[in-house]
Each structure stands twice: as C-alpha cells, then as structure tokens.
C-alpha cells in the first residue's frame, strides 16, 4: 500500500496526558498537511510542512499543540496536556503539488 | 473568514437517479475546487478536482465551476448505494496551501 498511513489508528487517554501521532506521507510528496475533524464538521487545517520546514500554523494550534518533520519524511503530532475538547479525528494528508491533498485513514483521539 | 457553505442533507435519491451536491464559497481569490467523499468513519477520499470555470467529467461524476457566482456542484449519474457517504467541497486560496472545507452533505442512495 503506497498510501498516506498513520499510527495509531485510535487512541484513548486521560485528561492531562500527552500523547503523539505519527504521519508517514506518500513517498515522493513533499508536502504534508495536519487536519483535526470532529462530528458533524469538515476537516480543519492545523499546519502545513513543506519538505522539514514548517511554513503554515492554524490560529486552531495552541500552545499545547506541536508538529515536526525532522527529515522531511515522516511527521509527528504532539498534543500535551490533552483535554476533553481534544477528542476528534487527526488527519493527515500529503501532496506532490499545493493542489490535490490525499488524506491518510486518520488517527481517532479520545479523552476521558 | 473564509467559508465554504453545503446544505446538510440528508439528500435522498433513488438508484439511478442523479444526484446533484452543491457548494458556495466565499473567498473571491480561491483558485482550486475539490470534492471529497467520506463514508462513515473513515477519511475523507478525493474524487474531483476543478481549477476553471465550466465542467470536468470523471466517469459518473461532473464537477462544475462558476467563479463569477463562486458557486461549485457536483453531479453524480446513475446513482449507486455504494455512493451513500458525505460528500465535502473544499476550496484552495490563492496564497494558501490550506483547504477550507465545508461541513458536508450526506447523500442517501436508496434501491
């Protein structure tokens, strides 16, 4: 499967705890992409990475929130402190080109 | 802020049919247009894109651009159940890499 992937597939915390995602793209795109969708609503951007370098950050992504592509490679997504409004689906999506994004199955986020 | 508006649903149609999905944006500078289908607890897939005005033919599906009425739709002929699923629009802006999406509309595809 030459897809975006992401891992885990669903996790489950407790309030106060951190937690990390990771996001491997399509191999040849240099782009990737950080969406956060929650029931009833489309995907919302988080932040957008170009090769490593981190050009785009949403006004979504608090302080609590921080994302890395240290290789240009994979990505990872690190929530700290979760709370309950974290609870949503992390996507991750990858491009060759700003336009057509893929997205990757998700990774589901529950805190209790 | 730039949005992008769908009608909810659930729009009903009967196998066969076609489905007609619509979508207005708000941002005047957005270049690139982009339906997406999500089934039910799974990430969103992308099925058309659109950068001009007029109309793109995949298959059963046509997307169609208005940029003077910012008005994107998406036709789906001879409707299948397997097309049951919220379908998502989203728009790029002319500077911005982001997609805004809209909240989706659920289509229901009855035999």
């Known amino acids: 499967d030459t897809g975006v992937s992401q891992d885990p597939r669903h996790k489950i915390t407790k309030r106060g705890q951190n937690v990390t995602f990771r996001c491997d793209p399509i191999?040849?795109?240099?782009?990737l992409y950080w969406y956060r969708q929650t029931l009833g609503q489309g995907p919302e951007f988080l932040t957008y990475?170009?090769?490593?370098?981190?050009?785009?950050k949403s006004r979504l992504l608090s302080d609590r929130f921080s994302a890395e592509r240290p290789k240009g490679s994979f990505s990872t997504l690190e929530i700290q402190r979760t709370e309950q409004g974290d609870s949503a689906m992390y996507l991750c999506a990858s491009s060759l080109h700003p336009a057509e994004q893929y997205f990757g199955p998700g990774t589901r986020l529950t805190v209790t | 802020q730039k949005e992008v508006e769908q009608n909810s649903g659930p729009l009903s149609v009967p196998e066969g049919a076609i489905a007609s999905l619509n979508c207005t944006y708000s941002?005047?500078?957005?270049?690139?247009f982009f339906w997406y289908r999500q089934y039910s607890g799974k990430s969103p897939e992308l099925i058309m894109s659109i950068y001009s005005n007029g109309d793109k033919e995949d298959g059963r599906f046509t997307a169609q651009l208005n940029k003077a009425s910012q008005y994107v739709s998406l036709l789906i002929r001879d409707s299948q159940p397997s097309d049951s699923a919220t379908y998502l629009c989203a728009a790029r802006g002319q500077a911005g890499t982001a997609l805004i999406f809209g909240k989706g509309t659920t289509l229901s595809v009855s035999s």
């Open positions: 990475f170009q090769n490593e370098a981190q050009l785009e």
């Open positions: 941002d005047r500078g957005s270049q690139s």
């Open positions: 191999s040849e795109h240099n782009r």
